[in-house]
């Protein structure tokens, strides 16, 4: 509260909480507020109030009364956050839900969403799209050795060599564990393997980690729309299986 009203604490510790009034709310929500928390409930709403510099500012305050072991009232307890930690809050819960923490690529709900938009435009424009469906070789033994936080930087190495060989307009998510999915819009089929060769190649060479030269490998699996199918399960189905395909090819 000090940081948001531009006053002290030594200026708030005793004052009443009239030294923030805006003098601009509704009496009616005044009334409401303590009706409810003079009925021993938490009320909470949204109040205009000024700062030390004579600024307004709106606040989501909860108030809750505070009894004592006789069930009175001795105390009241107010929790505010400014309209920016509202916005800042939702965009933290928003990323948390549709972006993958680790690697900072979309996570598997946030991909869900864009393949099913992707199958829209692509119908409606009659075009074609890509899926690579893309799982490390000997990422669990990277593991198993040198242990997890190791593995994780891998991750994020490996997700940013593979979005150096794609465009600016595809879209590279992150499924889970060392699996990846890119979404390839508008290529034919010669261009695909071309580009399925040059992420094998790029992900081919060492990675330096923590003074480890790590060396995996990527088996990758291609289906297209709408040769491949016309929905997401379809899609990410086909590609699965010619990704497992192709990596019992790969193994000696």
């Excluded at 549709?98 to 690697?103: A, E, R």
């Excluded at 936080?149 to 889970?176: E, F, H, M, P």
């Excluded at 297209?224 to 379809?234: M, R, S």
């Amino acid at each position: 509260m000090s940081r948001q009203s531009g006053y002290s604490l030594a200026e708030l510790i005793g004052s009443s909480p009239r030294i923030l009034s805006s003098g601009q709310q509704s009496p009616e929500v005044y009334r409401q507020m303590w009706q409810t928390i003079l009925a021993g409930k938490a009320w909470q709403g949204v109040l205009a109030e000024r700062n030390k510099a004579g600024e307004l500012y709106t606040v989501n305050q909860v108030i809750s009364p505070l009894l004592s072991s006789e069930g009175a009232i001795t105390h009241f307890l107010a929790i505010q956050h400014t309209s920016c930690d509202i916005g800042a809050e939702r965009e933290h819960m928003h990323r948390l839900a549709f972006c993958d923490v680790l690697t900072n690529l979309p996570n598997r709900a946030s991909l869900l969403d864009l393949l099913q938009q992707e199958i829209v435009d692509a119908s409606t424009a009659k075009q074609v799209f890509t899926l690579l469906f893309l799982d490390l070789d000997r990422f669990k033994q990277v593991n198993d050795t040198y242990g997890h936080l190791v593995g994780d930087k891998l991750l994020v190495s490996v997700a940013q060599r593979v979005l150096g060989t794609i465009r600016r307009t595809d879209v590279l998510a992150r499924l889970g564990g060392d699996e990846f999915v890119a979404l390839i819009p508008q290529l034919t089929g010669e261009q695909v393997g071309r580009l399925v060769e040059k992420i094998t190649r790029a992900i081919s060479h060492p990675f330096e980690i923590d003074g480890h030269a790590l060396h995996v490998g990527v088996s990758i699996g291609v289906s297209q729309f709408p040769a491949d199918g016309c929905t997401v399960e379809q899609l990410l189905d086909v590609a699965d299986k010619a990704m497992y395909a192709a990596k019992q090819r790969r193994q000696p």
